[in-house]
């Protein structure tokens, strides 16, 4: 098949605030899988839709189906710019739908529909202006984000609040750094989980991944930061967490973490690949914190891979089966309107 990889590559600008970038992908993650691609037989057109037009060169170089990690370029609803290009193009897809990405995307609506389907997730609040009252009914410590952003950007250590005071401050500094809503959700203290999701034909669930952020005192940082994201590893930061994959759970523990995953990627409507972030509470409730359908492919670093890796797969099988999950998918959906 010919492929397109439509992707955003990650670059440097120092007029940019330094977490700009950190939901585009590397250099590295884009010749991976482009390699991976080839290496299974196909060629293999990327498009950086930071760059280029994409309409235009669909237009110039069709394809069969398009491989797409793109987060978009701006805006609440960024991650469906592409998959919605490419349905009014009618070109098919890797990964969910305009839809599912656009919730995914936004934390306070995913929440609600995480409590409409009665899996757990964090009590929360969304402030829209920043003067709202506070819900009585949170409980300190808090956690203060972004509401429609990923790969943690806005968040840092003193995002979690302990008093109303740093609370207002820390809503004040978000609505003025991200210009979009503020969410406020209980931290809840226990053991960091994601969960990854592969469609290949069937649902496969792959190993739980715990991250350990316990070696991490020196940087003070026991959660998924940004800059735990961003420079995990660095021994001179402190952001050193240790991986178990798979995780230390007790074997109902694992199913109940696996089953609220599955549950969440249903709810949302995704499609071939998702990874699931979850705080595994101190009495064992399982608490979804986001999904997301656009999960890190990087080779060396991302969680998606690791989890694969412990399944006992390779990369270029990580790559494939998402590309064949949607071949088929679209095949099937052919097969049912002919």
Sequence with gaps: MKVALTYNLKEEDGSKPPDYFSEFDSAETIEAIS???????????????????????????????????AEGKSGRFRESEVPAILDYLNIPYTGSNTFSLALALNKAITKKILIAENIPTPQFQLFTRGAEELDPRLKFPLIVKPNCEGSAKGINTSNVVRDKEALLEKIKELRR?????????????????????????????????????????????????????????NKELGLV??????????????????????????????????????RLAKNDTPYVLEINPLPGLNPRESNFPIMAYAAGMKYDDIIDSILTSAYQRISKKEERLN
């Design 35 to 69: 390699s991976a691609l080839s290496r299974k037989g196909h060629a293999v057109y990327p498009i950086n839709i930071n760059r280029e037009d994409i309409v235009s060169c669909l237009r110039r170089n069709p394809v069969d189906i398009v491989f797409n990690i």
């Design 177 to 233: 750094a991200y210009g979009q809503e503020v969410l406020v959700e209980e931290f809840i203290e226990g053991r960091e989980l994601t969960v990854g999701i592969l469609e290949n034909g069937v649902v496969t669930m792959l190993p739980i991944l715990e991250i350990d952020f316990s070696d991490c005192k020196k940087s003070g940082e026991y959660f998924y930061s940004w800059r735990m994201k961003e420079y995990q590893g």
């Design 241 to 278: 967490p240790t991986f178990y994959c798979p995780a230390r759970l007790e074997k109902e523990t694992e199913a109940r973490v696996k089953e609220v995953a599955l549950k969440t990627y249903r709810a949302l409507g995704c499609f071939d690949v998702s990874r699931i972030d979850i």
